[in-house]
Protein backbone atom coordinates (compact mmCIF):
# COMPACT_ATOMS: atom_id res chain seq x y z
CA UNK A 1 0.00 0.00 0.00
CA UNK A 2 1.38 3.31 -1.28
CA UNK A 3 1.43 6.08 1.79
CA UNK A 4 0.93 9.65 0.67
CA UNK A 5 0.49 12.07 3.33
CA UNK A 6 -1.69 14.38 0.99
CA UNK A 7 -3.62 11.72 0.02
CA UNK A 8 -3.99 10.46 3.60
CA UNK A 9 -5.22 14.31 4.15
CA UNK A 10 -7.56 14.44 1.56
CA UNK A 11 -9.34 11.02 3.11
CA UNK A 12 -8.91 13.00 6.33
CA UNK A 13 -10.69 16.31 4.84
CA UNK A 14 -13.59 14.34 2.86
CA UNK A 15 -14.12 12.58 5.70
CA UNK A 16 -14.66 14.96 8.30
CA UNK A 17 -16.82 17.02 5.75
CA UNK A 18 -19.13 13.87 4.57
CA UNK A 19 -19.10 12.91 8.65
CA UNK A 20 -20.99 16.11 8.86
CA UNK A 21 -24.16 14.85 6.90
CA UNK A 22 -23.86 11.71 8.69
CA UNK A 23 -24.25 13.42 11.52
CA UNK A 24 -27.12 15.04 10.29
CA UNK A 25 -28.69 11.90 8.85
CA UNK A 26 -28.48 10.72 11.89
CA UNK A 27 -29.69 13.45 14.72
CA UNK A 28 -33.27 12.45 14.48
CA UNK A 29 -33.15 8.90 14.31
CA UNK A 30 -31.14 9.13 18.08
CA UNK A 31 -33.71 11.53 19.15
CA UNK A 32 -36.24 9.34 18.48
CA UNK A 33 -34.96 6.30 19.33
CA UNK A 34 -33.22 7.89 22.32
CA UNK A 35 -36.49 10.04 23.41
CA UNK A 36 -39.28 7.92 22.15
CA UNK A 37 -37.68 4.68 22.41
CA UNK A 38 -38.83 4.07 18.66
CA UNK A 39 -36.46 2.87 16.01
CA UNK A 40 -37.80 4.45 13.06
CA UNK A 41 -37.29 2.57 10.63
CA UNK A 42 -38.91 5.18 7.68
CA UNK A 43 -35.79 7.52 9.57
CA UNK A 44 -33.84 7.30 6.07
CA UNK A 45 -37.28 7.85 3.91
CA UNK A 46 -37.52 11.32 5.47
CA UNK A 47 -34.12 11.61 4.25
CA UNK A 48 -34.93 10.79 0.88
CA UNK A 49 -38.36 12.89 0.84
CA UNK A 50 -36.13 15.77 1.58
CA UNK A 51 -33.30 14.91 -0.62
CA UNK A 52 -35.88 14.61 -3.48
CA UNK A 53 -37.69 18.14 -2.00
CA UNK A 54 -34.85 19.57 -2.47
CA UNK A 55 -34.24 18.59 -6.00
CA UNK A 56 -37.80 19.93 -7.44
CA UNK A 57 -37.35 22.95 -5.44
CA UNK A 58 -34.36 23.10 -7.79
CA UNK A 59 -35.30 22.11 -10.89
CA UNK A 60 -38.35 23.68 -11.37
CA UNK A 61 -38.56 26.62 -9.50
CA UNK A 62 -34.32 26.82 -9.46
CA UNK A 63 -34.49 27.92 -5.89
CA UNK A 64 -30.95 27.67 -4.14
CA UNK A 65 -30.80 24.14 -2.55
CA UNK A 66 -29.13 26.01 0.82
CA UNK A 67 -32.24 28.53 0.94
CA UNK A 68 -34.83 25.97 -0.07
CA UNK A 69 -33.45 24.09 3.33
CA UNK A 70 -36.02 25.89 5.92
CA UNK A 71 -38.56 25.42 3.34
CA UNK A 72 -37.32 21.37 3.17
CA UNK A 73 -37.62 21.08 6.86
CA UNK A 74 -40.72 22.49 7.67
CA UNK A 75 -42.80 20.48 5.11
CA UNK A 76 -40.97 16.99 7.24
CA UNK A 77 -41.78 18.63 10.33
CA UNK A 78 -45.58 18.90 8.98
CA UNK A 79 -45.56 15.69 7.84
CA UNK A 80 -44.02 13.95 11.08
CA UNK A 81 -45.97 15.28 13.85
CA UNK A 82 -49.41 14.28 12.68
CA UNK A 83 -47.23 10.85 11.49
CA UNK A 84 -45.95 10.04 15.55
CA UNK A 85 -49.61 11.34 16.54
CA UNK A 86 -51.98 10.10 15.12
CA UNK A 87 -50.73 7.06 14.14
CA UNK A 88 -47.21 5.83 16.25
CA UNK A 89 -48.90 6.64 19.03
CA UNK A 90 -51.43 4.25 19.20
CA UNK A 91 -48.50 1.69 19.64
CA UNK A 92 -46.48 3.52 21.86
CA UNK A 93 -47.46 1.37 24.90
CA UNK A 94 -47.29 -1.87 22.27
CA UNK A 95 -44.08 -3.91 22.59
CA UNK A 96 -40.85 -2.63 20.62
CA UNK A 97 -41.74 -5.16 17.87
CA UNK A 98 -44.97 -3.52 16.97
CA UNK A 99 -43.36 0.25 16.62
CA UNK A 100 -40.94 -1.96 14.17
CA UNK A 101 -43.04 -3.37 12.00
CA UNK A 102 -45.02 -0.01 12.02
CA UNK A 103 -42.27 2.36 11.19
CA UNK A 104 -41.03 -0.20 8.63
CA UNK A 105 -44.69 -0.24 7.04
CA UNK A 106 -44.38 3.43 6.76
CA UNK A 107 -40.69 2.88 5.10
CA UNK A 108 -42.26 0.55 2.70
CA UNK A 109 -45.29 3.19 1.97
CA UNK A 110 -43.51 6.03 1.33
CA UNK A 111 -41.10 4.25 -0.44
CA UNK A 112 -43.76 2.81 -2.85
CA UNK A 113 -44.46 6.53 -4.16
CA UNK A 114 -40.73 6.04 -5.71
CA UNK A 115 -42.04 5.73 -9.44
CA UNK A 116 -43.28 9.07 -9.13
CA UNK A 117 -39.80 10.57 -8.04
CA UNK A 118 -36.89 10.72 -11.23
CA UNK A 119 -33.68 9.14 -11.62
CA UNK A 120 -30.41 10.23 -9.94
CA UNK A 121 -29.11 13.36 -10.25
CA UNK A 122 -25.57 15.03 -9.04
CA UNK A 123 -25.77 19.03 -8.08
CA UNK A 124 -22.66 21.00 -7.93
CA UNK A 125 -21.01 19.66 -4.86
CA UNK A 126 -20.63 22.41 -1.88
CA UNK A 127 -19.75 20.31 0.88
CA UNK A 128 -18.10 22.71 2.96
CA UNK A 129 -21.13 24.93 3.13
CA UNK A 130 -22.76 21.59 3.82
CA UNK A 131 -20.80 20.12 6.71
CA UNK A 132 -20.91 24.23 8.17
CA UNK A 133 -25.12 23.74 8.32
CA UNK A 134 -24.78 20.32 9.14
CA UNK A 135 -22.72 21.47 12.36
CA UNK A 136 -25.40 24.51 12.61
CA UNK A 137 -28.03 22.23 12.88
CA UNK A 138 -26.01 20.21 15.30
CA UNK A 139 -25.85 23.28 17.39
CA UNK A 140 -29.39 24.69 17.14
CA UNK A 141 -30.80 21.35 18.69
CA UNK A 142 -28.69 20.81 21.43
CA UNK A 143 -29.37 24.50 22.26
CA UNK A 144 -33.32 23.69 21.98
CA UNK A 145 -32.36 20.43 23.72
CA UNK A 146 -30.59 21.98 26.80
CA UNK A 147 -31.44 25.94 26.69
CA UNK A 148 -35.20 25.26 26.37
CA UNK A 149 -38.31 24.66 28.35
CA UNK A 150 -39.67 22.52 25.27
CA UNK A 151 -36.13 21.18 25.64
CA UNK A 152 -35.84 20.20 29.22
CA UNK A 153 -39.90 19.05 28.39
CA UNK A 154 -38.41 16.64 25.88
CA UNK A 155 -35.94 15.24 28.42
CA UNK A 156 -37.97 14.78 30.88
CA UNK A 157 -40.47 12.88 29.11
CA UNK A 158 -37.15 10.61 28.02
CA UNK A 159 -35.86 10.11 31.57
CA UNK A 160 -39.34 9.53 33.13
CA UNK A 161 -42.80 9.39 31.49
CA UNK A 162 -44.94 9.51 34.13
CA UNK A 163 -42.91 11.98 36.37
CA UNK A 164 -43.13 14.13 33.33
CA UNK A 165 -46.82 13.94 33.32
CA UNK A 166 -46.43 14.62 37.10
CA UNK A 167 -45.19 18.14 36.26
CA UNK A 168 -48.07 18.69 33.52
CA UNK A 169 -46.12 17.90 30.57
CA UNK A 170 -48.35 16.94 27.41
CA UNK A 171 -46.35 13.79 26.52
CA UNK A 172 -48.33 12.85 23.58
CA UNK A 173 -47.72 16.51 22.03
CA UNK A 174 -43.89 16.78 23.58
CA UNK A 175 -43.09 13.56 21.58
CA UNK A 176 -44.82 13.90 17.93
CA UNK A 177 -42.58 17.72 18.72
CA UNK A 178 -39.93 15.22 19.10
CA UNK A 179 -41.14 12.86 15.78
CA UNK A 180 -41.60 16.49 13.77
CA UNK A 181 -38.10 18.03 14.80
CA UNK A 182 -36.44 14.78 13.60
CA UNK A 183 -38.35 14.40 11.15
CA UNK A 184 -37.22 18.19 9.98
CA UNK A 185 -33.87 17.53 10.67
CA UNK A 186 -33.46 14.30 8.65
CA UNK A 187 -35.30 16.45 5.83
CA UNK A 188 -32.20 18.75 6.13
CA UNK A 189 -29.83 15.59 5.89
CA UNK A 190 -31.33 15.09 2.59
CA UNK A 191 -31.27 18.21 1.14
CA UNK A 192 -27.43 18.14 2.45
CA UNK A 193 -26.76 15.13 0.52
CA UNK A 194 -29.14 16.17 -2.53
CA UNK A 195 -26.40 18.87 -2.67
CA UNK A 196 -22.77 16.07 -2.98
CA UNK A 197 -24.35 12.62 -3.67
CA UNK A 198 -26.80 10.75 -5.61
CA UNK A 199 -29.99 10.70 -5.00
CA UNK A 200 -32.40 7.72 -5.79
CA UNK A 201 -35.14 6.08 -4.31
CA UNK A 202 -33.75 3.75 -2.74
CA UNK A 203 -31.34 5.28 -0.90
CA UNK A 204 -33.23 5.20 2.32
CA UNK A 205 -31.99 2.40 3.63
CA UNK A 206 -28.87 2.99 3.41
CA UNK A 207 -29.36 6.30 5.33
CA UNK A 208 -31.41 4.20 8.20
CA UNK A 209 -28.26 2.11 8.44
CA UNK A 210 -25.80 4.60 8.61
CA UNK A 211 -28.25 6.39 11.30
CA UNK A 212 -28.27 3.25 13.50
CA UNK A 213 -24.34 3.33 13.24
CA UNK A 214 -23.78 6.55 14.28
CA UNK A 215 -26.17 6.18 16.97
CA UNK A 216 -24.45 2.92 18.11
CA UNK A 217 -20.97 5.39 17.99
CA UNK A 218 -22.10 8.28 19.89
CA UNK A 219 -25.02 6.94 22.28
CA UNK A 220 -28.33 7.81 21.48
CA UNK A 221 -30.16 10.73 22.06
CA UNK A 222 -27.29 12.75 21.98
CA UNK A 223 -26.33 15.67 19.87
CA UNK A 224 -22.54 15.96 20.33
CA UNK A 225 -22.72 12.24 20.39
CA UNK A 226 -24.27 11.83 16.95
CA UNK A 227 -21.79 14.44 15.69
CA UNK A 228 -18.81 12.60 17.05
CA UNK A 229 -20.25 9.70 15.46
CA UNK A 230 -20.77 10.78 11.97
CA UNK A 231 -17.64 12.38 11.84
CA UNK A 232 -16.03 8.68 12.78
CA UNK A 233 -17.75 7.30 10.23
CA UNK A 234 -17.58 9.48 7.56
CA UNK A 235 -13.68 9.33 8.42
CA UNK A 236 -13.59 5.34 8.49
CA UNK A 237 -15.41 4.92 5.17
CA UNK A 238 -13.55 7.25 3.30
CA UNK A 239 -10.30 5.68 4.45
CA UNK A 240 -11.78 2.07 3.74
CA UNK A 241 -12.93 3.47 0.20
CA UNK A 242 -8.88 4.91 -0.44
CA UNK A 243 -7.23 1.95 0.70
CA UNK A 244 -9.44 -1.08 0.09
CA UNK A 245 -11.90 0.09 -2.46
CA UNK A 246 -15.14 1.34 -2.43
CA UNK A 247 -17.41 -1.78 -1.99
CA UNK A 248 -16.13 -2.15 1.52
CA UNK A 249 -17.27 0.74 3.41
CA UNK A 250 -20.70 -0.70 4.57
CA UNK A 251 -19.14 -3.91 5.34
CA UNK A 252 -16.34 -1.87 7.77
CA UNK A 253 -19.64 0.41 8.95
CA UNK A 254 -21.32 -2.91 10.08
CA UNK A 255 -17.89 -4.22 11.68
CA UNK A 256 -17.79 -1.48 13.79
CA UNK A 257 -21.34 -1.30 14.58
CA UNK A 258 -21.06 -4.67 15.92
CA UNK A 259 -18.18 -3.97 17.90
CA UNK A 260 -19.55 -0.79 19.59
CA UNK A 261 -22.31 -2.96 20.39
CA UNK A 262 -20.23 -5.34 22.16
CA UNK A 263 -17.85 -2.91 23.84
CA UNK A 264 -19.36 -0.35 24.80
CA UNK A 265 -23.31 -0.56 24.38
CA UNK A 266 -24.33 2.77 25.48
CA UNK A 267 -22.36 4.30 22.46
CA UNK A 268 -19.19 6.40 23.18
CA UNK A 269 -20.56 9.45 24.73
CA UNK A 270 -23.81 7.70 25.67
CA UNK A 271 -24.28 7.13 29.33
CA UNK A 272 -27.02 5.70 31.25
CA UNK A 273 -27.79 6.88 34.28
CA UNK A 274 -30.43 6.00 37.37
CA UNK A 275 -30.83 6.78 40.83
CA UNK A 276 -29.93 4.07 42.48
CA UNK A 277 -32.01 2.15 45.18
CA UNK B 1 -66.12 28.61 40.25
CA UNK B 2 -65.42 26.93 43.70
CA UNK B 3 -68.39 26.22 46.02
CA UNK B 4 -67.68 28.69 48.87
CA UNK B 5 -66.11 26.24 51.87
CA UNK B 6 -64.29 23.54 49.40
CA UNK B 7 -61.69 25.27 48.62
CA UNK B 8 -58.23 23.26 48.79
CA UNK B 9 -60.30 20.47 50.10
CA UNK B 10 -59.85 17.03 48.65
CA UNK B 11 -62.70 14.01 48.89
CA UNK B 12 -62.33 10.91 47.69
CA UNK B 13 -65.39 8.52 47.52
CA UNK B 14 -65.70 4.99 47.47
CA UNK B 15 -62.75 4.66 45.17
CA UNK B 16 -61.71 1.01 43.55
CA UNK B 17 -58.37 0.83 41.67
CA UNK B 18 -56.03 -1.33 40.72
CA UNK B 19 -53.59 -2.60 37.78
CA UNK B 20 -54.91 -4.79 35.52
CA UNK B 21 -56.97 -7.62 37.25
CA UNK B 22 -55.37 -6.99 40.58
CA UNK B 23 -57.64 -4.89 42.79
CA UNK B 24 -55.48 -2.85 44.91
CA UNK B 25 -58.05 -0.13 47.01
CA UNK B 26 -61.49 -1.55 47.90
CA UNK B 27 -63.78 0.89 48.83
CA UNK B 28 -61.65 3.87 49.93
CA UNK B 29 -62.95 6.98 51.10
CA UNK B 30 -60.89 9.87 52.53
CA UNK B 31 -60.60 13.80 53.11
CA UNK B 32 -58.24 16.27 53.19
CA UNK B 33 -59.16 19.74 54.56
CA UNK B 34 -58.14 23.07 53.83
CA UNK B 35 -54.90 23.90 55.46
CA UNK B 36 -54.44 20.05 56.72
CA UNK B 37 -51.80 17.95 57.43
CA UNK B 38 -53.32 13.79 56.87
CA UNK B 39 -51.12 11.10 57.03
CA UNK B 40 -52.14 8.14 55.22
CA UNK B 41 -49.78 4.76 57.31
CA UNK B 42 -50.35 1.47 56.79
CA UNK B 43 -48.04 -1.77 55.29
CA UNK B 44 -46.04 -2.60 52.72
CA UNK B 45 -48.34 -3.11 49.68
CA UNK B 46 -51.45 -1.30 50.90
CA UNK B 47 -51.96 0.36 48.53
CA UNK B 48 -50.99 4.10 49.64
CA UNK B 49 -49.01 4.48 46.85
CA UNK B 50 -51.73 3.28 44.66
CA UNK B 51 -54.27 5.94 45.98
CA UNK B 52 -51.87 8.97 45.35
CA UNK B 53 -51.65 7.77 42.07
CA UNK B 54 -55.93 7.78 41.26
CA UNK B 55 -56.03 11.31 43.08
CA UNK B 56 -53.22 12.99 40.75
CA UNK B 57 -54.39 11.24 37.60
CA UNK B 58 -51.79 8.90 37.00
CA UNK B 59 -54.54 5.92 37.18
CA UNK B 60 -57.66 6.16 37.15
CA UNK B 61 -60.08 4.16 39.25
CA UNK B 62 -62.82 1.53 38.86
CA UNK B 63 -65.31 3.17 40.50
CA UNK B 64 -65.80 6.35 43.33
CA UNK B 65 -64.82 9.50 42.57
CA UNK B 66 -61.90 12.11 43.77
CA UNK B 67 -63.21 15.87 44.13
CA UNK B 68 -60.96 18.99 44.96
CA UNK B 69 -62.29 22.38 45.47
CA UNK B 70 -65.95 20.89 45.08
CA UNK B 71 -65.32 19.83 41.40
CA UNK B 72 -65.06 16.27 39.84
CA UNK B 73 -61.02 15.23 38.92
CA UNK B 74 -61.78 11.86 38.62
CA UNK B 75 -61.22 11.00 34.74
CA UNK B 76 -59.05 13.79 34.37
CA UNK B 77 -55.65 13.87 33.52
CA UNK B 78 -52.64 14.57 35.45
CA UNK B 79 -51.58 17.54 33.38
CA UNK B 80 -55.04 18.82 34.01
CA UNK B 81 -54.88 18.18 37.67
CA UNK B 82 -52.05 19.56 38.93
CA UNK B 83 -53.33 22.58 36.73
CA UNK B 84 -56.48 22.77 39.61
CA UNK B 85 -53.70 22.84 41.96
CA UNK B 86 -52.62 19.38 43.12
CA UNK B 87 -48.87 18.44 43.25
CA UNK B 88 -47.45 14.62 43.58
CA UNK B 89 -44.25 14.49 45.34
CA UNK B 90 -44.13 10.75 44.17
CA UNK B 91 -42.64 7.63 46.42
CA UNK B 92 -38.40 7.37 45.24
CA UNK B 93 -38.69 11.29 44.44
CA UNK B 94 -38.72 10.53 40.56
CA UNK B 95 -36.38 13.72 40.01
CA UNK B 96 -35.14 13.64 36.20
CA UNK B 97 -31.45 12.60 37.10
CA UNK B 98 -29.81 13.76 33.89
CA UNK B 99 -31.37 17.32 33.97
CA UNK B 100 -29.73 19.78 36.87
CA UNK B 101 -31.63 20.80 39.64
CA UNK B 102 -32.37 23.94 38.03
CA UNK B 103 -34.26 22.47 35.32
CA UNK B 104 -35.99 19.84 37.67
CA UNK B 105 -37.33 22.79 39.62
CA UNK B 106 -38.27 24.88 36.61
CA UNK B 107 -39.96 21.71 35.03
CA UNK B 108 -42.50 21.65 38.53
CA UNK B 109 -43.49 25.51 36.94
CA UNK B 110 -44.69 23.48 33.84
CA UNK B 111 -48.29 23.66 33.98
CA UNK B 112 -48.37 27.26 35.28
CA UNK B 113 -50.22 30.14 33.55
CA UNK B 114 -48.50 32.93 35.09
CA UNK B 115 -45.23 32.58 34.00
CA UNK B 116 -43.95 35.89 35.30
CA UNK B 117 -43.99 34.86 38.92
CA UNK B 118 -42.15 31.78 38.56
CA UNK B 119 -38.66 33.35 39.39
CA UNK B 120 -40.45 34.88 42.31
CA UNK B 121 -41.28 31.31 42.87
CA UNK B 122 -37.94 30.18 42.67
CA UNK B 123 -36.28 32.10 44.93
CA UNK B 124 -39.00 31.28 47.47
CA UNK B 125 -38.11 27.88 46.94
CA UNK B 126 -34.51 28.00 47.30
CA UNK B 127 -34.87 30.22 50.34
CA UNK B 128 -36.41 27.15 52.17
CA UNK B 129 -33.75 24.84 51.05
CA UNK B 130 -30.66 26.83 51.01
CA UNK B 131 -28.72 23.86 50.06
CA UNK B 132 -30.30 24.10 46.52
CA UNK B 133 -28.78 27.07 45.61
CA UNK B 134 -25.75 26.13 45.45
CA UNK B 135 -26.77 22.76 43.46
CA UNK B 136 -28.30 24.57 40.72
CA UNK B 137 -26.37 23.88 37.63
CA UNK B 138 -25.56 20.43 38.97
CA UNK B 139 -27.29 17.33 37.35
CA UNK B 140 -30.18 15.65 39.63
CA UNK B 141 -28.26 12.74 40.21
CA UNK B 142 -25.43 14.13 41.86
CA UNK B 143 -27.45 14.89 44.99
CA UNK B 144 -27.47 13.59 48.31
CA UNK B 145 -31.05 11.74 49.51
CA UNK B 146 -31.62 14.04 51.39
CA UNK B 147 -30.82 16.73 48.64
CA UNK B 148 -32.78 14.94 46.47
CA UNK B 149 -35.97 14.94 48.75
CA UNK B 150 -35.79 18.67 49.08
CA UNK B 151 -35.80 19.10 45.36
CA UNK B 152 -38.50 16.95 44.38
CA UNK B 153 -40.70 19.16 47.29
CA UNK B 154 -39.44 21.86 45.98
CA UNK B 155 -39.68 21.33 42.57
CA UNK B 156 -43.51 20.44 43.53
CA UNK B 157 -43.86 23.70 44.91
CA UNK B 158 -43.10 25.68 41.99
CA UNK B 159 -46.29 24.24 40.75
CA UNK B 160 -48.04 26.64 43.97
CA UNK B 161 -50.43 23.69 44.62
CA UNK B 162 -53.20 23.76 47.54
CA UNK B 163 -52.81 20.51 48.00
CA UNK B 164 -49.60 18.55 47.70
CA UNK B 165 -49.43 14.48 47.92
CA UNK B 166 -45.85 13.21 49.15
CA UNK B 167 -45.17 9.73 49.42
CA UNK B 168 -42.50 8.25 52.02
CA UNK B 169 -40.44 11.53 52.09
CA UNK B 170 -37.79 10.01 54.97
CA UNK B 171 -37.32 6.81 53.50
CA UNK B 172 -33.61 6.23 53.24
CA UNK B 173 -33.08 10.12 55.58
CA UNK B 174 -31.35 10.25 58.26
CA UNK B 175 -33.26 11.93 61.48
CA UNK B 176 -32.23 15.32 60.85
CA UNK B 177 -33.17 15.67 57.27
CA UNK B 178 -36.34 14.71 58.27
CA UNK B 179 -36.80 16.66 60.81
CA UNK B 180 -35.97 19.80 58.15
CA UNK B 181 -38.45 18.66 56.01
CA UNK B 182 -41.24 18.19 58.19
CA UNK B 183 -40.70 21.49 59.81
CA UNK B 184 -40.92 22.87 56.10
CA UNK B 185 -43.79 21.11 55.81
CA UNK B 186 -45.24 22.52 58.69
CA UNK B 187 -44.59 25.84 57.44
CA UNK B 188 -46.78 25.02 54.20
CA UNK B 189 -49.89 24.21 56.07
CA UNK B 190 -49.60 27.43 58.34
CA UNK B 191 -49.66 29.15 54.74
CA UNK B 192 -52.68 27.71 53.59
CA UNK B 193 -51.73 24.21 51.91
CA UNK B 194 -53.62 21.15 52.37
CA UNK B 195 -51.23 17.96 52.76
CA UNK B 196 -51.27 14.08 52.00
CA UNK B 197 -48.45 12.30 53.69
CA UNK B 198 -47.77 8.83 53.10
CA UNK B 199 -45.06 8.19 55.66
CA UNK B 200 -43.33 4.60 56.44
CA UNK B 201 -42.21 6.29 59.77
CA UNK B 202 -45.25 6.66 61.44
CA UNK B 203 -44.19 8.39 64.79
CA UNK B 204 -42.94 10.78 62.77
CA UNK B 205 -46.13 11.15 60.59
CA UNK B 206 -48.69 11.33 63.42
CA UNK B 207 -46.31 13.62 64.93
CA UNK B 208 -46.54 15.90 62.33
CA UNK B 209 -50.48 15.85 60.95
CA UNK B 210 -53.52 16.92 62.21
CA UNK B 211 -55.19 13.60 61.29
CA UNK B 212 -54.55 9.60 59.88
CA UNK B 213 -55.82 7.39 57.96
CA UNK B 214 -54.73 3.52 58.28
CA UNK B 215 -54.92 1.99 55.35
CA UNK B 216 -54.15 -2.17 55.27
CA UNK B 217 -54.52 -4.27 52.04
CA UNK B 218 -56.54 -1.72 50.37
CA UNK B 219 -59.02 -0.42 53.04
CA UNK B 220 -59.11 2.44 55.72
CA UNK B 221 -59.18 0.36 58.56
CA UNK B 222 -58.78 3.36 61.27
CA UNK B 223 -59.15 6.59 61.27
CA UNK B 224 -58.95 9.85 63.87
CA UNK B 225 -57.11 12.73 64.96
CA UNK B 226 -53.26 12.16 65.05
CA UNK B 227 -53.09 12.16 68.29
CA UNK B 228 -55.64 9.78 69.31
CA UNK B 229 -54.13 7.47 66.23
CA UNK B 230 -50.48 7.57 68.48
CA UNK B 231 -51.71 6.06 71.48
CA UNK B 232 -54.38 3.58 69.92
CA UNK B 233 -53.00 0.25 70.99
CA UNK B 234 -53.10 -1.45 67.36
CA UNK B 235 -51.16 1.59 65.94
CA UNK B 236 -48.87 1.37 69.19
CA UNK B 237 -48.33 -2.44 68.57
CA UNK B 238 -48.47 -2.66 64.79
CA UNK B 239 -46.44 -0.05 63.94
CA UNK B 240 -44.51 1.81 66.35
CA UNK B 241 -42.85 -1.33 67.65
CA UNK B 242 -44.32 -0.87 71.49
CA UNK B 243 -45.34 -4.11 71.29
CA UNK B 244 -44.79 -7.48 69.62
CA UNK B 245 -44.20 -6.85 65.48
CA UNK B 246 -41.74 -5.42 63.71
CA UNK B 247 -42.07 -1.95 61.59
CA UNK B 248 -38.93 -2.81 59.73
CA UNK B 249 -39.43 -2.58 55.77
CA UNK B 250 -37.31 -4.35 54.41
CA UNK B 251 -38.75 -4.45 51.01
CA UNK B 252 -39.59 -1.40 50.33
CA UNK B 253 -39.15 -0.24 46.67
CA UNK B 254 -38.64 3.18 45.26
CA UNK B 255 -40.38 2.75 41.49
N1 LIG C 1 -47.69 -0.62 38.39
C1 LIG C 1 -48.17 -1.67 39.07
N2 LIG C 1 -48.62 -2.77 38.41
C2 LIG C 1 -49.11 -3.83 39.08
N3 LIG C 1 -49.22 -3.91 40.42
C3 LIG C 1 -48.80 -2.85 41.14
C4 LIG C 1 -48.25 -1.68 40.49
N4 LIG C 1 -47.92 -0.80 41.45
C5 LIG C 1 -48.24 -1.38 42.62
N5 LIG C 1 -48.78 -2.61 42.43
C6 LIG C 1 -49.26 -3.52 43.48
O1 LIG C 1 -50.32 -2.87 44.15
C7 LIG C 1 -50.25 -3.11 45.55
C8 LIG C 1 -50.22 -1.79 46.27
O2 LIG C 1 -49.02 -1.09 45.94
P1 LIG C 1 -48.70 0.36 46.45
O3 LIG C 1 -47.44 0.76 45.83
O4 LIG C 1 -49.88 1.23 46.27
O5 LIG C 1 -48.51 0.07 48.01
P2 LIG C 1 -47.90 1.02 49.12
O6 LIG C 1 -48.86 1.00 50.24
O7 LIG C 1 -47.53 2.33 48.56
O8 LIG C 1 -46.61 0.19 49.53
P3 LIG C 1 -45.13 0.68 49.89
O9 LIG C 1 -45.15 0.97 51.33
O10 LIG C 1 -44.29 -0.50 49.57
O11 LIG C 1 -44.81 1.86 49.06
C9 LIG C 1 -49.01 -3.96 45.77
O12 LIG C 1 -49.43 -5.30 45.89
C10 LIG C 1 -48.20 -3.77 44.53
O13 LIG C 1 -47.47 -4.92 44.22
MG1 LIG D 1 -45.85 3.27 48.25
New interface residues.
Partial sequence: MIFNTDVALQNAVNGLLIGGTYATVSLGFSLVWGILNIVNLAHGAFVMLGAYETYWLFTLYHVDPLASLPLTAAALFALGYPIQRYVINLVIRASFLVTFLLTFGLELLINSGRSLLLGPVVLPLVRVATFAVAVAVAILLHLLLTRT?LG??I??TA??Q?????????IAHVYALTFGIAAATAAIAGGLISLSFPIYPAMDAGYTFIGFVVCALGGLGSVPGALLGGVILGLLQTYTAAWLGPNYDNLVAFAVLILILLLRPAGLLGRV???R? | MTPAGLEGVLRAEHLDAGYGSVQVLWDVSLEVRRGEVVALIGPNGAGKSTLLRVVSGLLRPRRGAVTFDGREITRRTPEEIVRLGIAHVPQGRRLFPDLTVAENLMLGAYARADRAQVAGDLDRVLALFPVLRERLALPAIQLSGGEQQMAALGRALMARPRLLLIDEPSLGLGPIVVQALMEVIGDLRRGGTSVLLVEQDVGVALAHADRGYVLETGRITLTDRAEALLGHAAIRAAYLGLAVGDVGRPGSQDR
Fill in positions: RSARASDEAARLMGIPQRFG
